[in-house]
């Protein structure tokens, strides 16, 4: 199949709208990294996500809405989710929450769970599809399984053309690193760290959040050990440099590519998936990084290079 590539004309969006209408797979802009998005309340398109993929089916997709109300539709809402969605959304923070009853989205979307995870993006394009279509959108990270995140056109056309019927071309994912993911049940728990950051929540909620690490028995389904995977091997927390590998700094240091020379955080989110995509391109054995500090969205950055680290 020949993938079209989209601008983000009016015209273009509706034509966008009109594949996913259709059962088509569309590579779509987020604030967080490129999604791959298929109508969410019909079965066979969904699948055609995890096919496109190589997604195993044990690893539900998140669910991105218009707005809270179409959220409403699919999950049991309470209110700590209406209090996160007014302070967070539209933006990085997919909430599971247990799926309603009569709830139309496709089994295979959620991997057969009781949940759904559901978020609100903020991109304009990606919100102008939502409105358009009418319907929700399964949108996982549109890479292949397991492999760096794309957070460019470039990224996703290397990893699925011709796999997927169009992307939508809005240049450069603003955040860079993907969504927080958070659960209520049994106890508040981030399954996944992203922009908004553990303290942030915390602050919301008024009450401390565990982190899934801390929590026993909590454990997300498809957070594999091993993801975001460049070809070559990384090493972290790297003080030194050795000859023949990739440098990927931060802060004040010599090296290939820096992640942020001010060692802003933000900065460097943004440019983490790029750089590697950029330094793996070298066929290099080895990738050595800069320390990152723990905290803040650096807890996000260091969960991604840690799992990129860990080939199996
Ligand atoms: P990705 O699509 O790669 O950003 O990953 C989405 C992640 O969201 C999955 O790997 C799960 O860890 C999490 N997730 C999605 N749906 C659910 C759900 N119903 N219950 C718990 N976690 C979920
Ligand atoms: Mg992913």
Not at 187 to 213: C, Q, V, W
Not at 225 to 243: G, I, T, V
Not at 259 to 268: F, M, R
Not at 278 to 294: M, Y
Request: proline share 6%; aromatic share 6%; with cysteine.
């Amino acid at each position: 199949m020949k993938t079209k590539n989209l601008g983000t004309s009016w015209e273009e969006i509706e034509k966008a709208v009109e594949i996913l209408r259709l059962g088509g797979l569309v590579a779509i802009p987020t604030e967080t990294v490129y999604g791959l998005a298929a109508d969410a309340t019909n079965e066979e398109a969904v699948s055609k996500i995890f096919k496109a993929k190589g997604r195993p089916a044990y690893n539900p997709l998140i669910i991105h809405v218009k707005n809270t109300k179409m959220a409403k539709e699919y999950a049991q809402w309470n209110k700590a989710a209406e209090s996160l969605a007014e302070k967070f959304w539209p933006g990085p923070l997919t909430i599971v929450l247990p799926s309603k009853k009569n709830s139309n989205i496709a089994k295979t979307a959620c991997a057969n769970l009781p949940t759904v995870a559901v978020r609100m993006p903020s991109h304009p394009v990606t919100l102008k599809i939502l409105d358009q279509l009418k319907r929700p959108l399964a949108a996982p990270s549109a890479n292949l399984s397991g492999k760096i995140s794309s957070t460019s056109t470039n990224h996703v056309l290397k990893n699925l053309n011709q796999k997927i019927d169009a992307i939508v071309d809005a240049g450069n994912s603003a955040v860079g690193v993907e969504s927080t993911i958070l659960t209520f049940k049994p106890k508040p728990t981030i399954l996944r760290t992203g922009f908004i950051t553990p303290e942030a929540i915390s602050n919301a909620m008024g009450l401390k959040i565990a982190h899934y690490d801390e929590a026993g028995p909590v454990i997300a389904p498809g957070q594999m050990k091993s993801h975001y995977c460049p070809n070559a091997n990384l090493r972290l927390n790297a003080k030194d440099w050795r000859q023949g590998e990739k440098k990927l700094g931060f802060g004040n240091v010599e090296c290939d590519l820096n992640l942020s020379k001010d060692q802003s955080l933000i900065e460097a989110a943004q440019n983490l998936f790029n750089f590697l995509h950029i330094l793996d391109s070298f066929d290099t054995k080895t990738i050595s990084v800069s320390p990152i500090p723990n905290e803040g969205i650096g807890l996000a950055i260091n969960d991604r290079l840690i799992r990129a680290a860990i080939n199996d």
